[in-house]
């Protein structure tokens, strides 16, 4: 069964420093989304892609954040310098492009930042 | 905008009885909802999902959930637990459009079976 993959599963970063958060989505998938999960909290939508182009973010995606779909299988999140509070686990997520289809989520990246 | 509470940050259940988790869900029309469950170390994994038609939704590993209206619920059933079902489990709604967008998630209810 086809799944959704991210690397690492654990990142260790210092604040300040540039991380880069790797995801290969379904291949047949369209939309693709980043998540995150603070430790004890909700999951929280950060961002959502479609078309090449971002469909829709949060607040939580400010300018520190990006995404890109740098060829056809990934789908990256970047954050250009880490705050402590970005310690999280992100969670990448996609689907196809009919309406009520499911996403589909990868294990996770759990980021520390120190 | 859309908010999903579940009340049940914990729930015990003993093996063989059966579980009931709640969820409430805000949102001005008519909701997609989803069940996933986060077992450690693995991802998101979806249960069940309503979107229209039978209230009463099946899902996989004897799942099932009901849509009420009148009471902006969507509770997550099982008739006997398993050891297995230990995890942690999420309700979504997703709002947007002609099909829907994003998930907006509770906060999840971790699930302990006891022997």
């Known amino acids: 069964e086809p799944e959704v993959t991210q690397t690492p599963s654990h990142q260790v970063t210092q604040m300040g420093q540039e991380v880069i958060l790797h995801c290969v989505p379904i291949?047949?998938?369209?939309?693709f989304y980043w998540y995150r999960q603070i430790l004890g909290q909700k999951v929280e939508f950060l961002v959502s892609?479609?078309?090449?182009?971002?469909?829709?973010k949060s607040e939580i995606f400010d300018d520190q954040f990006s995404v890109e779909r740098p060829d056809g299988s990934n789908f990256t999140l970047k954050i250009r310098s880490t705050k402590l509070e970005d310690s999280a686990m992100y969670f990448c997520?996609?689907?196809?492009?009919?309406?009520?289809?499911?996403?589909?989520f990868g294990p996770g990246t759990r980021l520390t930042v120190l | 905008a859309q908010s999903v509470t579940q009340p049940d940050i914990h729930i015990t259940v003993s093996e063989g009885a059966s579980l009931e988790l709640r969820c409430n869900y805000s949102y001005g029309a008519t909701p997609y909802l989803f069940w996933y469950v986060q077992s450690p170390g693995q991802g998101l994994q979806l249960l069940l999902k309503y979107f229209s038609g039978d209230t009463l939704v099946q899902g996989i590993k004897g799942f099932e959930a009901e849509f009420k209206r009148s009471q902006s619920s969507f509770n997550l059933r099982k008739p006997s637990v398993h050891w297995s079902d230990a995890a942690e489990y999420f309700c979504a709604v997703g709002a947007g459009g002609s099909g829907y967008s994003t998930l907006t998630f509770g906060k999840g209810t971790m699930l302990l079976v006891s022997p």
């Open positions: 997520a996609s689907r196809t492009d009919r309406g009520r289809d499911e996403q589909f």
């Open positions: 892609f479609y078309n090449n182009e971002i469909s829709e």
């Open positions: 291949s047949n998938h369209l939309y």
